[in-house]
């Protein structure tokens, strides 16, 4: 998966792609990133990106020109295909979750360009851009650190990147339901002890407690999502003795 950035803010990334999965999955060659400076794409001297909006009010907008050179410069450099998305990063856009992360990584490559003040001239959105997304509905400086999210979050779904393609599969959300909880050792911490079917090693009987502790879970903290799942006969069982739907 290559991933290229179009920012303001090119220092926001090194860090964070440098560490924990990204970090390895960049040096292992399964994912890319590519951070591209839109000041880059400017011609005067100084480098302007910015604008007053024409309807005056409050804050700047972010020129088209720079931001359209910047991809026509890469997709006639071959570095970005003809088809690959170009998703600008903004609150009005679809908002991000497990099954776009899903849509997002079956393709070879993306375009996130982030967006900051106060919005982008909308000509970018009209016939530049080819989605938007958000990541929630709350208010960030720009669109950098949700770049990040969807980044990270996709490169996870990258076949080899996360250890075992069992812990992609039994995430929260990949199932449509919250994880159940999680033990290490010791068995017994400040008198607090691990529940006994964990360490019985009988699998069959691990499975189902953890089914079952996802379903509490997921009643408890968001039955919103018990809408969209395939319950099986014991399940709904369980959740009636939860008191679900009584
Ligand atoms: Cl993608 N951008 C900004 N600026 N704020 C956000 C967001 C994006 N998603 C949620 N809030």
Redesign the pocket.
């Known amino acids: 998966m290559r991933f290229h950035i179009l920012t303001l803010f090119s220092g926001m990334f090194e860090g964070p792609m440098g560490e924990s999965i990204m970090g390895r999955a960049r040096r292992r060659g399964l994912i890319s990133v590519h951070v591209h400076d839109i000041r880059d794409f400017t011609h005067d001297r100084r480098r302007t990106v910015d604008d007053y909006p024409y309807s005056g009010g409050p804050g700047m907008v972010m020129k088209p020109e720079p931001l359209f050179e910047a991809v026509e410069t890469l997709r006639e450099s071959g570095e970005l295909g003809e088809a690959s998305p170009v998703i600008l ?3 009005q ?1 679809r908002r ?1 979750d497990q099954r776009l992360a899903e849509e997002l990584a079956e393709r070879e490559e993306l375009a996130l360009i982030c ?2 003040y106060e919005g982008v001239d909308e000509r970018v959105r009209e016939h530049l851009a080819t989605d938007e ?11 950098e650190l ?2 990040m999210v969807v980044m990270e979050a996709v490169s996870r779904l990258v076949s080899g990147v996360v250890g075992s393609a069992e812990s992609a599969a039994n995430d929260s959300f990949t199932t449509g339901l919250l994880q159940h909880p999680l033990y290490t050792r010791p068995s017994v911490f400040r008198g607090w002890a691990a529940p006994d079917v964990l360490l019985s090693g009988h699998h069959a009987e691990v499975a189902r407690w953890q089914r079952r502790e996802s379903l509490r879970r997921t009643l408890e903290r968001r039955p919103d999502l018990l809408d969209g799942v395939e319950l099986s006969a014991e399940d709904r069982k369980w959740l009636r003795e939860m008191g679900y739907g009584t």
């Open positions: 990063l903004t609150p856009g991000f967006g900051r997304i958000s990541i929630g509905d709350y208010v960030l400086g720009g669109g949700a770049a």
